[in-house]
């Protein structure tokens, strides 16, 4: 392949790729097939994406004929940035006042219970990354939306606020795990050994919010208690900014991923949108990020970063460090 794909095609296909209905893969392949370079060496590309065009159109229009089964509801958030966290905790814990916080997002914050009622997105920025993060409206003993424990389910990790500012806080934290753990989704990390591969567990991070508040010290000491052993904690005050910074770096550094910046031969590297991967992630596996024929097709690969001399040549199975830059060849 010759075609010169432009780094906005790549970003483009990258959306793709996390594309999670037919309207947001059909609005994805428009984009591409609009900044694909138009000339021979990219024909056959032009004619795959007219026919992937065409199957998203029919995909689209058959969903509008035959709606939803009932059910309620449903939410696909398209993931986005270098990870997406769900944003849990019962009623009032100040799960939307730190979406205010950490991104441009404006669900309704107040002061009575059940304000957020459909999951809202924001992109937390990170240095040159942003990460996603979904309020969600709270989850009770008697209350949570259908919907929500197949988000849990499908986001990189969780964000479980507990409100410091309430003595039954850190119970109400329990009741949300427990309740997700009733539909085998659970807030931790996986256990070595999974026999029942229905079981879903999602790594989590707790934030205690309001320490601000009298006595927070106190019911702190009781969410230490229950539940350190089981999760990083972190304490904040969502309305007075403590910890905020703080936090921000740990939402980066717990989804564990790396950023590698790309460079075409004899040009400076792309430093403004670098891809993020998995740390321990081989150059092959970041290579099928940029694009899908490099994994099947990358002949070699030059790369400045950690651990290698400038335009080291490597191999596939070379394991990538933050910040390295790479030159992929086919
Ligand atoms: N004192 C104090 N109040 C807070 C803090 N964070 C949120 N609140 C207040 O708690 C109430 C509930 O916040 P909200 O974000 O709507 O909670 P949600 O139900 O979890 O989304 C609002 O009145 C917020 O202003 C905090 O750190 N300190
Ligand atoms: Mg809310």
């Given at each position: 392949?010759?075609?010169n ?28 097939y ?62 939307s ?55 849990v ?69 009781v ?23 703080d ?22 590297p ?61």
């Open positions: 392949m010759a075609a794909l432009t780094p906005q095609y790549l970003e483009a296909e990258q959306e793709y790729k996390k594309a999670q209905t037919p309207e947001e893969r059909l609005a994805c392949l428009k984009r591409m609009a900044l694909v370079p138009k000339h021979k060496a990219s024909e056959k590309l032009q004619a795959e994406l007219k026919t992937k065009m065409s199957e998203a159109r029919e995909e689209v229009e058959h969903a509008k004929k035959s709606p939803k089964k009932g059910g309620g509801p449903s939410y696909k958030i398209p993931k986005q940035g270098a990870g997406q966290y769900i944003v849990l905790g019962g009623p009032n814990a100040g799960k006042r730190l979406l205010t916080r950490l991104t441009r997002a404006a669900p309704e914050v107040a002061a009575y219970p059940f304000t957020t009622r459909e999951p809202h997105a924001g992109m937390m920025e990170w240095e040159d990354v942003k990460v996603q993060l979904i309020d969600t409206p709270p989850i009770t003993a008697d209350v949570m939306e259908p919907y929500l424990s197949s988000m389910r499908s986001a990189d990790a969780a964000l479980l606020m507990v409100d410091l500012a309430d003595d039954d806080g850190p119970f109400s934290a329990q009741t949300v795990i427990d309740r997700l753990a009733e539909v085998k989704t659970h807030l931790g990390e996986k256990p070595e050994q999974q026999d029942d591969l229905t079981h879903v567990y999602v790594k989590t991070l707790l934030v205690a919010n309001k320490i601000d508040c009298d006595d927070a010290a106190v019911r702190l000491e969410v230490r208690e229950l539940f350190e052993k089981k999760y990083p904690i972190h304490v904040i005050s969502a309305e007075h900014g403590q910890g905020m910074e936090l921000r770096n740990a939402l980066y550094r717990f989804l564990n991923v790396i950023r590698v910046y790309t460079k075409q031969p004899g040009k400076p792309d430093m403004t949108s670098p891809f993020t991967c998995p740390a321990g992630s081989t150059l092959v596996e970041m290579a099928a990020l940029v694009h899908r024929d490099f994994s099947a097709n990358l002949k070699s690969a030059r790369i400045w970063g950690t651990g290698v001399f400038d335009g080291q040549s490597v191999s596939r199975d070379h394991v990538l460090h933050d910040k390295d830059v790479v030159e992929l060849h086919l």
